[in-house]
Structures are given as structure tokens and as C-alpha cells.
């Protein structure tokens, strides 16, 4: 490259942690350009309205907040509000759904009544107590190091001052450490969840992704807590694409990227072509090496493909179904997380159903209701109606069953799959409460990984553009230059990675937009 930089720095992508890394650029004085595809930034953390006339604005891929730092927030001056629910979860037993455990963190007596009931141990909600309580000293210790340069694996041991819960962990697997600490099978599979969110694992898994993906879900935030945005994932876009123009950043749309070359070139789709001091990555780190390959890197990179393992249904309701348990109202079990058949026995035989003949049957899931926490975010008429929303996440779905089919017979399906699990657990089927818009549609949609793949670009469908890595360094790990110390390194010393695929990045966290933007400011200030 001979011709002299147009900025300091060049964005390619728009996502949500583009947005962050532009935002703090360009408070720093430097120059940055943000360059979206799509016609709108934000990525998967958008808010949309999927039926025509219909005023529901719909989280419609990523939906709750918990790894974004109250630091960022205050930094950047976002004009966020997010809501902390009442309900954690509820989870009928799927072998009789008259029953179903309440986790409502505003009355413990409650909670321990439902584990009773619904196990026959009266013993069950204080190991899932004391489970929540071992594991805040790890969140407290780990997610302030989240927006600093990457800590040592034995300083952070050290620091945590626990080396069974270390081992726990970090060590040995996810499944060794449910038996431990809880005794019934439905305890264990309202743990074990937080381990398989886009993840295909299992309770017992050698490579300890499951471990990696439940790390990142009990640390948020140092508590944990998954909280609703107010005005849905949309409004924290929305503040981020603000703070970022304010700043003076540059954000453009419908600019397509073709092709990155090492030493920061970016050419556009119709020839327009940028330079950077430094390019950063908000796309996956599959696109990025195809735009390097593209601009004539020769990289030899065998990495493993990303792969998603999830289907996400989202629903307009007339009203909230009924329920088998007549002691749990509906607007307190659809207001947290709602478990569907997620034993651990069953989480772990969906993992080999998908492995040797597809769907599992029954898909697990859960499903949550963002109206009752935020009902701004359906029109007058709606909510005078009484309508509610559902989103309904189900997991144990590789990317590979639905990537070698026709898109849409593949939707069917999962979307059949995902109702015929609900209806199991419900009093009545899903169907008679969903609500038709004036043409008479049903408001009920199915994305899956391959819809995540055309629609938003990421490969596989895999919402953490990657397998989650710890959020520490190793031993051996070399921290030599910015980009290494914050988590942010591509084999191209001028090319670093700022979305979901960077190190501590995945989920609507922001982490990976902030950690490249410190980098680079290092990097550019000498």
C-alpha cells in the first residue's frame, strides 16, 4: 500500500461492539469509519417488527444483557436503562408439569416450598443456594479484569483463593461439578443450561466448551444477573450508533467490504477503497480470514469452523398460555426463564440425538417473556389487548443439521419441534394463543443458524462468531504487544478483531468493541 491513510482507523462491520470501539476512538480525536453492510448497524442486537401492522418491536436475535459494564455505560454516556427481573427461572417437570420449580429471588420461603414440591427434597434449594453462593466469589474476582488487559491464569487463581472452585471450573468438567453441589436431575439441568447457550456440548465434555460458555453466563455483570433492556436490545444500538456519531465517528450503511489487506487496505464492493493505521474486525473470525485471503494474505489457518447450535422462535400472544401448576400464576413463570424438558439426563440425550438422527426429541429450550419486564415495547392497542411477547430459545441444534437442507423446510421443522416441546408442558397448545395479524398470519417466526448465516453473516450461525475461550491468559500465552495483552490479536499485526470472536467477547457485552479500542489507542498514541 502506497497511498497515505485515509483514517487512523477502519471498522469493518457494524455491530454493537464496533459501535463501542468507535465511540471511544473517536472521544480519543481519532479518526474511525464504521462500514455495515446491511442497511442498519447493530448486527444481532437489533430491534425489529417481523409482522406487517403488527406494533410489537421485537429483541429478534440477541435479547438480554448481562456482560455489559456498568463502565462502558457511564463512559459513553448511553441512555440505557436495563430492568433486573423478579423470577430467575421456572421449570415445570417434565414428567409431570402439575409441578415446577420458582426461583423468585424475592422470596426465598417460595422458592424452597417449590423445590419440595417438585422434588420430594426439601434439602434441594439450599444446595442450589449455596451453588449460586460458592460461585460469586469467581464473578467478583473475574468480570472487573474484563475491561483490562488480560490477567494471568495463576494471578486470577491466586486471587480467587479457592483452588477447588478453580479446579472446578477451569479443570475438570462442567458435569462433575453439578453432581457435586445438587442432587435432583431438574436441579442439575437449570444449571447445566448456562453452559449450553449456542453451544453444542454436554454435561461431561473433555473439551470443557460447556465449562468456557457457563463461565461466561455466572460471572456477568459480577453477579450473574441477566437483565432486560428497556425498550429492547434496539435502544442499545441505538445509544451506541449516537455515542458513536457524537463522538465524530463516521458510520456508514449498505457499504459491503470485499477485501482487507495486512497492511490496512479495505476495498468496498464497486472499487471505493480506505486505509487504516489500523483496520478492526467486527465480523467473525471466518469472514475476516476469507476478506484477508480476498486482499492477497496467504494465511495457512486450519482453524476449526464455527458453528452455531441453536433455533430462535419468537411469538406475539394473545394472551399468556395456561399452565398445568395451578400454585404458579403465568405472569410469574413466563416472566424469568422458563425451562422446557432441560433435565441434565435430557440436555445430555439431545446432545446424541442430534449427534446420530437430528431433531432431538423433545427439543429442550426456554422461553421468556420480555413485555411483563418491559411492556414499552408493544403498541397501545397490544397491550390494552392484553398481548404478551415469547421468545423461545432452544438449544441441542448443530448448525449441521439444517446446513446441507432448503432453509425454510428446515425452519418448519425446528419451529414443529420447538411447539411440540412447548405444548408438553403447557395446559393448552401454543397455537391457540398465538396472535394473527389483520391478514391473518400467525405472529410466530423461527430463525435458524443457517437464517443467522444469510441474513447476518455469521458462519455456522454461531452467535459467538466461535468457540468461547477463557477469559485469562495462559501461562505461556504471550502478551508482548497491545493487541496480545488486550485479547485482541490476529496473526496481522494491524488487523485486530473487535466483535464477538475477540478474546472475552460474546453476548451483548461490548467487551470486544472496548478492548480494541484501548489496544488500538495504545498502538496509535506510540
Known amino acids: 500500500m502506497s497511498e497515505p491513510c485515509t483514517h487512523d482507523v477502519v471498522i469493518v462491520g457494524g455491530g454493537h461492539n464496533a459501535l463501542v470501539a468507535a465511540a471511544y476512538l473517536a472521544r480519543a480525536g481519532r479518526s474511525v469509519v464504521v462500514l455495515e453492510r446491511l442497511d442498519h448497524v447493530g448486527g444481532a442486537a437489533v430491534s425489529e417488527t417481523p409482522w406487517a401492522g403488527v406494533e410489537a418491536r421485537l429483541s429478534r436475535y440477541s435479547y438480554l444483557v448481562s456482560l455489559l459494564p456498568r463502565s462502558i455505560i457511564d463512559d459513553l454516556g448511553l441512555r440505557i436503562a436495563l430492568r433486573r427481573r423478579r423470577y430467575s427461572s421456572y421449570t415445570p417437570d417434565p414428567t409431570d408439569p402439575a409441578r415446577g420449580i420458582l426461583v423468585d429471588t424475592a422470596d426465598a420461603a417460595a422458592t424452597a416450598a417449590s423445590f419440595e414440591r417438585t422434588t420430594g427434597d426439601r434439602d434441594e434449594a439450599d444446595r442450589y443456594a449455596r451453588f449460586g453462593e460458592r460461585l460469586a466469589p469467581l464473578a467478583r474476582a473475574l468480570f472487573p479484569t474484563m475491561t483490562e488487559p488480560l490477567v494471568r491464569e495463576e494471578s486470577l487463581r491466586l486471587a480467587l483463593g479457592d483452588d477447588d472452585l478453580w479446579h472446578d471450573v477451569a479443570v475438570g468438567p462442567l458435569g462433575d461439578l ?8 431438574i ?11 449456542g453451544t453444542y456440548s454436554y454435561a461431561d465434555d473433555p473439551s470443557l466448551r460447556q465449562n468456557r460458555c457457563f463461565l461466561y453466563h455466572v460471572v456477568g455483570g459480577g453477579t450473574g444477573d441477566w437483565d432486560v433492556p428497556v425498550g429492547g436490545m434496539g435502544r442499545v444500538t441505538g445509544e451506541l450508533e449516537r455515542a458513536a456519531r457524537e463522538a465524530g465517528a463516521e458510520v456508514r450503511t449498505s457499504a459491503e467490504v470485499e477485501a482487507v489487506t495486512p497492511d490496512g487496505e479495505v476495498r468496498l464492493a464497486g472499487g471505493e477503497a480506505l486505509c487504516g493505521q489500523i483496520v478492526l474486525s467486527g465480523v467473525g473470525p471466518a469472514v475476516l480470514r476469507r476478506l484477508l485471503r480476498a486482499g492477497g494474505a496467504h494465511d495457512d489457518d486450519a482453524a476449526e469452523p464455527p458453528e452455531g447450535a441453536q433455533v430462535k422462535v419468537n411469538m406475539l400472544l394473545r394472551r399468556l398460555p395456561r399452565l398445568h401448576d395451578a400454585a404458579v400464576a403465568p405472569d410469574a413463570a413466563f416472566a424469568g426463564t422458563f425451562h422446557i424438558n432441560e433435565t441434565m439426563t435430557q440436555l445430555d440425550a439431545a446432545y ?11 427439543l429442550p429450550a426456554e422461553i421468556y417473556c420480555h413485555s411483563l419486564t418491559d411492556p414499552s415495547i408493544l403498541g397501545a392497542q397490544l397491550r390494552e389487548e392484553g398481548a404478551q411477547t415469547l421468545t423461545l430459545f432452544g438449544l441441542q441444534v448443530p448448525h449441521r443439521l439444517v446446513a446441507d437442507r432448503e432453509r425454510a423446510t428446515a425452519r418448519d421443522e425446528l419451529l414443529a419441534a420447538a411447539q411440540r416441546s412447548l405444548d408438553s408442558v403447557l395446559a393448552e397448545p401454543i397455537a391457540d394463543c398465538v396472535y394473527e395479524a389483520a391478514d391473518g398470519t400467525p405472529c410466530i417466526e423461527a430463525r435458524t443458524t443457517a437464517d443467522l448465516e444469510a441474513s447476518l453473516g455469521m458462519i455456522g450461525g454461531d452467535i459467538f462468531h466461535g468457540t468461547l475461550s477463557w477469559p485469562w491468559a495462559g501461562a505461556d500465552e504471550p502478551l508482548e504487544t497491545p493487541a496480545e495483552r488486550w485479547g485482541v490479536a490476529t496473526r496481522h499485526p494491524t488487523v485486530l478483531l473487535c466483535g464477538s470472536g475477540a478474546r472475552r467477547g460474546g453476548a451483548v457485552s461490548g467487551l470486544g468493541g472496548h478492548n480494541a479500542a484501548m489496544a488500538a489507542l495504545e498502538m496509535l498514541n506510540g
Open 187 to 197: 436441579a442439575r439441568g437449570i444449571a447445566l443450561t448456562d453452559g449450553l447457550i
Open 352 to 362: 446424541v440425538a442430534a449427534a446420530e438422527t437430528g431433531i432431538p426429541s423433545p
Open 178 to 185: 453439578l453432581r457435586s453441589a445438587l442432587t435432583t436431575d
